[in-house]
């Protein structure tokens, strides 16, 4: 089994080789995952730094000392995958962020669609958007990654189509049979750049969306014959993608 993730905000200075986890993680560390001498763990920033260390003690319920040699950087990943993921209801959110995270999925960006029931607006969209990225950053440790998506503030229809605008292949995911759609399984791939992929709520893209995605170069795509839910079609189509591009290779 692989070594467990913890999050550290900064390697900082380090007394010889040795490295104390306190906090939050520390406590979890010690007092939930029970980590004891001589057993391996890794840290990171959750932004692509790391390093491998071995548990030296457990102080209290909070502090694991380790020992941390080396620390070493993981690149980004290309091409650069981000899911613009419409707002659904209720927690479907969360489970969107949690399996896109464990998937592989670089970037994740709420959408305000048009047909979308849940809508952010003050405190409320505030602690959703909170929520979003702690479900990042656990989803994150829990998959053994070192470089966690970054999930951007709620964009509007206006603000994806320009982000549409700058991707090396600009897909939004639209479920219509009829539609002049092309399946997801077919389409060119970029081999670097950037992939930018729009899911929409599950009322579906408006046409309005859909042409001022189309201005912006955003092509609709299929993903097959079913029709997923808003908070699963994200996961699906970047398993899709990251098995065609390489990268799960």
């Known amino acids: 089994m692989t070594a467990p993730v913890f999050v550290v905000d900064d390697f900082g200075p380090r007394d010889g080789h040795r490295f104390v ?5 520390g406590r979890h560390a010690v007092s939930v995952k029970r980590m004891r001498p001589g057993e391996d763990v890794v840290l990171t920033d959750g932004a692509g730094r790391w390093a491998d260390c071995v548990v030296l003690a457990a102080e209290g319920k909070d502090r694991l000392v380790v020992q941390l040699d080396a620390i070493a950087e993981e690149p980004p990943e290309s091409p650069h995958i981000t899911v613009v993921q419409a707002l659904p ?4 959110g969360e489970l969107a962020v949690e399996t896109m995270t464990e998937t592989g999925v670089d970037a994740i960006v709420p959408w305000a669609a048009a047909r ?10 505030a602690k959703a958007l ?3 990225r702690a479900t990042a950053r656990e989803a994150g440790k829990q998959s053994r990654r070192v470089r966690f998506p ?5 964009m509007t229809t206006k603000q994806v189509a320009a982000l549409l605008a700058t991707a090396d292949l600009a897909a939004v ?3 219509d049979r009829e539609a002049d759609s092309e399946a997801l399984a077919t389409a060119e791939l970029p081999a670097a750049g950037s992939i930018v992929l729009v899911v929409g709520p599950e009322g579906g893209v ?7 995605f189309a201005e912006a170069g955003g092509r609709p795509y299929r993903l097959g014959p079913t029709v997923l839910r808003t908070s699963t079609a994200g996961t699906a189509a970047a398993a899709l993608l990251l098995g ?3 990268r799960w290779s």
């Open 89 to 92: 209801k209720g927690d479907r």
């Open 244 to 246: 065609r591009t390489g």
């Open 21 to 25: 986890l306190d906090g939050p993680e």
């Open 150 to 154: 970054e999930v951007a503030d709620a």
């Open 173 to 175: 995911l639209h479920e």
């Open 116 to 125: 979308c029931v849940t809508q952010w607006r003050g405190d409320r969209g």
């Open 206 to 212: 408006s046409p309005e969306e859909l042409a001022v």
């Open 130 to 132: 909170a929520k979003w």
